[in-house]
């Protein structure tokens, strides 16, 4: 069973890194995509170029074997949708690897708006991470979504390729890209925020610093 996470990554970050390492094994999956996009079509464009951001990604799983760095929506042209994504790892995988494809809560709630959210589990399932002890307050359509496609646990996703809603409780780790990069336009350090391996690109590479440059490391 494979899972998939896609993002931004303008930087990888803790946040993104924990609750993926939950999946991988409360889930028991044999490995976590982790596909950088290349063209946003729901949210900002990336600041970051996206050899720097792959640079990054690759720094920060380096350590975890189950973790792949997977290049396809940057080799795409045009905007970087999950169905097209799902489509061409179908045509790698085949149709019976169970595929899984991690999104947060928030991600979830527009999941509706998305490009062809329908076809899209047909081929793969949906694993909504969210932090212990947070409700399911669903929209209408949500709630009809996950009435039809709901699981009761992991054990449901690998009896089938795709079809299914799991809500996983997950680490939360409060952090975000957004937060980040503003820390490092006031000229403050990201230290502790990132892996050790990514900080130092960050500061090599000068991203998202303010013309001045970071503040020293004390």
Sequence with gaps: MIGILGGTF??????????ALDCLESLRLDQVRFIPLNVAVHRPQPEAPATLRLAML????????EFVADTRELERPG???????????????????PICLLVGGDAFRGFL???RPREILELAHLVVMHRPGVGRILEPGLRALYAEHGCAGPHALRNRPAGGILFHEVTQVDIASTRIRALMRQG???RYLVPD??????????LYRP???IKAEH
Excluded: C, K, N
């Excluded at 303008?10 to 609750?19: K, T």
């Excluded at 720094?59 to 074997?65: F, V």
């Excluded at 905007?79 to 690897?97: C, H």
């Design 10 to 19: 303008d930087p990888i970050h803790l946040g993104h890194l924990r609750p």
């Design 58 to 65: 690759e720094a920060a799983i380096a350590g975890q074997p």
């Design 79 to 97: 905007g970087s949708f999950s169905y097209d994504t799902i489509q061409s790892l179908r045509a790698e995988l085949g149709m019976q690897v």
């Design 113 to 115: 708006d998305w490009y």
């Design 188 to 190: 403050l350090s990201p």
């Design 197 to 206: 391996p990514v900080f130092d690109i960050l500061r090599e590479a000068g």
């Design 211 to 213: 013309a001045a440059g």
